[in-house]
């Protein structure tokens, strides 16, 4: 596929294909057996594996799906039985996953980075008799609680290496799981068929576990018709053709990955080309170089993080050359944003800075074949979007949670708004709460409720059929979207003042030293921050301006840091009125994993939890 041209720009629409419903079936099953019969020979999975890319074809995943299935049934997996995944994200979750589905089962994800109580948690809860694992490290998770689990009938385990002298009933590996399955098959040959065609849409088939900010993973209940539904509703707006090529690397456990990257390649055939590893995605980007791309902010922060700090190692005329093409770039999407047209000259500039400088920077990223780039499942700064936009790569942002199974909202290609969330996606209602301001949902596409939590789902579907969302938010005269905050997350300042947090930790994140920030002021006289660093700029800024550490506290405590930093928060504060600044900041001197308790499985830090164990140092900023 060609890169797009320049007329990406000004010319938005030209950017998407035509759509219509491009593959039939009422559920997932049904749908990718479907896309089997329709695309057999075509490629549709890729997994870089020790530096070598294999592929699938549709027919070759079936045979994989379809020996999975039949081992389950093997094993006596009957239909609404219920299945986790324990696993990196890599083409045997999809296979495992769809395997699952075509049994009439329901599929479970769990996050790799869970410690071994919350594996116990999430089996239980979901009722999971059959547990796939990655490798022996996941397995030894299983292992550690399987005690507790009477309902866990078997653990398969999908790469055996260091494994293969193990001696446990308990215990199959996935090769030794499909051999099971052909021959099981051949004894019932119109086994399978008959669960795929029995599956019906009302029917349970995923359940996705909130990422626990505010207590306990709560199971949320997704039937085939909504999932079905939903895909359809987005190819309707950003369609997508078998041409396209499309990254996964977003844990398929969480419900941006699993809709906007798995479900919807199912339904469109667009490939679904998988990284080596997390550490790798960005050579695996470059390699693969999408033609769209969807991510969370912290992925967009870290790619215009690693741009300019390259700058930074470039030579003067480098420096003055991008300087040059990318104040091109922001005039031209100036234009675009406020709805003008780009005239010839500007036309002319704009080709000029691509050639020089641009296409060099969107090849850095990976992203030069891209039409469209998504963000989503948290806040982004409306100046990185802008940034993207002047690299002539637009940026529709979109918004929605786990219950509305994935976007509820969309941002239209033909007029993006940085800041907004863009319009109520065509497939449901989105409307504010007169009373309260927050954002409320409703559709085919919300979800069933939480698994085994009546009180909640309650709680959080009304009578009418309104999902309360818990984010506030408001409406402008063109029925744009804009979320203000979570609703129990604005700050009330000691004066009275309302603070909407997110404002100023976006800003503070648009920093390529700054990965996260959490805003302190509620009831306070006036605002501080918990500063989370990124490690691999700061380090790198230390060795190049021969600042002094020995690890990565010290790091922290470095006046040169601090002071680093410190230029970062004025930076925010002048977009501010004075009662919007930050007086006082400290930066957390514990390098933080996803297996730490203060961070979500997606990285966020989580506000409560981090306000409550570093209330001493909270406490000190206002002494």
Known sequence: MREPGMSNLWNLNHLQPH??????????????????????????????????WRSWTWNQAAQAVREIACGLMALDFAPGDCASILSNTNTDWVLADLAILSCAGVANGIYPTDAAAQVHYLSQDSGTSVLFVEDDEQLDKALAVRADLPGLRKIIVFDMDGLRHLDDPGVLGLDALRALGRAWSQQHPDALERRVQDCRPEDLAILVYTSGTTGKPKGAMHTHRALTYTVRGYNQWIARTEDDELVCFLPLCHIAERMGGEYFSLYTGARLNFVENPDTVPENMREIAPTLLTAVPRVWEKSYSGVMIALQESSRLQQAAYRWAIGVGMRIADLVLAGQRVGAVPKLQFWLARWLVLNNVRKLIGIHRARFLITGAAPISPQLIKWYLALGVPMLEVWGQTETCGAATNMPASRIKPGSIGLAANYNEVRVDAASGELLVRGPNVFKGYLNLPEKTAETIDADGWLHTGDVGQIDADGYLRITDRMKDIIITAGGKNITPSELENELKFSPYITDAVLIGDARPYLTAIIMIDQENVEKYAQDHDVPFSDYASLTRSHAVQALIQADVERVNARFARVEQIKKFFLLDTRLSAEDEELTPTMKLKRKLVQSKYAAQIEAMYR
């Open 19 to 52: 759509c219509a419903d491009v593959l039939a079936g009422e559920t997932i099953a049904a749908m990718f057996w479907n896309g089997v019969a329709q695309r057999g020979p075509r490629v549709w999975l890729r997994q870089k594996h020790l530096g070598i």
